[in-house]
DNA sequence: AACCACATACTTGTATGGGAGTAAAGGCTG
DNA sequence: CAGCCTTTACTCCCATACAAGTATGTGGTT
C-alpha cells in the first residue's frame, strides 16, 4: 500500500493529486504496471473522481501513466528509447554547460563546487543513499546555474522523469562512490580552466549510465516496456 | 475569429480540442494573452465544458497555457528565458547527432540530403513559406534519424513549441533563403567526414535565432513576458 | 465629483449521473 | 468436456449541476 496523503481543501485538490501520484511513480512506489483507478483512488482520499481524473491526464501527458479507454490507467512502463534519449540530450547539453563555465570558473565557484563535494561524501560514508541521489541533482543544477543558464536545468529536470526510475533503482544496486571521483574529476578540468578536460569528465560521468541500464534491464524486465 | 473544428464523436472530443488549440497557439492564430473559455469553446464546437478544460489542462502543463483559478484561461506570453533554454539544448543535442553522423554518411545519406534541399530551395523560390518550415523541421529530424536517435528528436519537437511560436515570426520577417545555405554547409561537413566542420556549421545555424530575437521582442514586445 | 458597498454576471473547481465500451465470470448448448 | 453466449461488473468519457471565487457595473453615500 503507498504513502497515503492528507488533502488541504482550501487549495485545488487536482493538483495536489497529481503531485503525489508523480512522487510515487517516480520513487517506483508505484511500479511501472501498477494499476490506477479514478474511483478507487478517489474513494481512498475522499475526494470525486473529478480531479483525480485530471492528475492521470496530466500524468499521461507527460508519459508516466497511460490511460486505455474503458479500460484502465496503468503505470507506464520504463521506456528503454526514452531513457537513453534523455542521458543523451543530457550529456550534449551538460559537456557544452561546464565547457562555457571553464573560462568562468573562479576561486569562489569552485569552494562552491568543492562544499558540494564535502556533502556528497559525507552522504556516501553514512550510506544515505536518497540524500546523495538529492545531492547529486543539486551539483548539476549547480553547474548549470553557475553557467548563468539555471532555467536549461528545469528543461533537463522534466526530461529526467524517465531516467529516475532507473536511477532510483541503480543507486540501490550499483557502486555510486565512485561517482564522487567523477564529478571531482569534472572540477579539476574547471580549476585548470580547460574546457576540453571538464567535458570529457563530464562525458564520461553521464555515460555510466549506458554501463548500468543493461544489467537492470536484465535483472528486472518486467519494468521496462517490450 | 479562428478556424472552426469538426469534432468526430467516434473518437473522444478531449484530445481532438487539445490538438486543435495547440496547433491554433504554436501558429500565433491564438496569439500570447488571448483570452480561452471553456463554456465559449464547448458551445462553440457543441461539446460541454468537461473536454475543453481537460485540454486546458494538458496545455497548461506544457507551458502553452495559464490556467488561473476562477480569473480565466488565457494563452501564455513567450518566455525568452524558455526559448533560449530550448534554443540551446538544440545546438548542444543537433551538433552532437551531427557529429556522429559524420563518419556514418556514405552516398545514399548524402543523396537523402541533397534530395532534402532540392524541395527547400523549391518552396523558397515559390516563397513558400508554411512549407519551408515544415521542410526544415523535417531536415533537422531526418538529422537525428539517420544518426540513429529518431526518438530524441521527438522529444526536442516537445521542447521546441515555445521556439516555434518564435519562429513563425521570424519567418514572415527576415531573410529565411540563407538558411539553406547554412543547410548545405552541414552537409558539405558530413560529405567531408570532416565532424568538427559538420558540428560547426550546425552550431553556427541555430545561432541565427539569437540574432533575430532581439529584433523580435522589439517589434512585437507584447507577446512576450516580461 | 470621488468613493465605497453591493448585486450581478462571469470564471474555474468539484461532485455526480448516465452512456458506451471492455473483460471476465457463469450458464447454456453441442 | 469444450465452446459459445449472456450477464454482470467494471473502466473511462462526457454532460450537467452546484459551489466558490473574481471582476465589473450600479447605486447610494459622503
Redesign the interface.
Known sequence: MTASISIDFAQ?TAPQVYDWLRAAILSCELPPGARLSETEIGNRIGVSRQPVR?AF??LA??GLAEVR?QRGTYVSGIST??V???R??R???E??LVRMLAPLADDALLQRLDAEIDQQRTAIDRHDVPTFVTLDDRFHRLLAELAG?E??W???DG?KSQMNRVRHITARTFDISRLIGQHEAIIAGLRAHDPAQAEQAMRLHLRELLNDLPEIERSRPEIFLP
Open positions: 485545488a485530471e491526464i496530466r501527458s507527460e479507454p528509447s526514452a537513453l534519449s534523455a543523451l540530450i550529456e550534449a547539453v559537456s557544452d543558464h532555467a536549461v528545469l528543461v533537463l526530461l
